[in-house]
Nanobody, 123 residues
């Protein structure tokens, strides 16, 4: 089991920035891919970004605004968010797992999840 602990959510004005962090514990955590998903009320969980085998993958909706990064030698990932929009308002989840490239945008292929951290962007 890989527990995930998230932090960094909050309320921010449109155009502002937030940095989310996710720390994974457990011996196998450093062998996993890590990613971020988000879910707005009444909507399905949506892929945001992933860090997999040293590469980064982004949803089109956040490309150029969000950056996922991993701390070297540690099972900690960040999601740096800039130019936030009201559409970014959601509960953001950190995920860990071993999805293949063709499935990493599907939350069902990720085995471990954090509790979620709320990001609210005011317009």
């Amino acid at each position: 089991q890989v527990p995930l602990v998230e932090s960094g959510g909050g309320l921010v004005q449109a155009g502002g920035s937030l940095r989310l962090s996710c720390a994974a514990s457990g011996r196998a955590a450093n062998s996993y891919s890590m990613g971020w998903f988000r879910q707005a009320p009444g909507k399905e969980r949506e892929f945001v970004a992933a860090y997999r085998r040293g590469t980064t993958i982004y949803a089109d909706s956040v490309k150029g605004r969000f950056t996922i990064s991993k701390e070297n030698g540690k099972s900690v990932v960040y999601l740096q968010m800039h130019s936030l929009k009201s559409e970014d308002t959601a509960l953001y989840y950190c995920a860990a797992g071993q999805p293949i490239l063709s499935t990493l945008r599907d939350p069902h292929y990720w085995a471990h999840w954090g509790q979620g951290t709320q990001v609210t962007v005011s317009s």
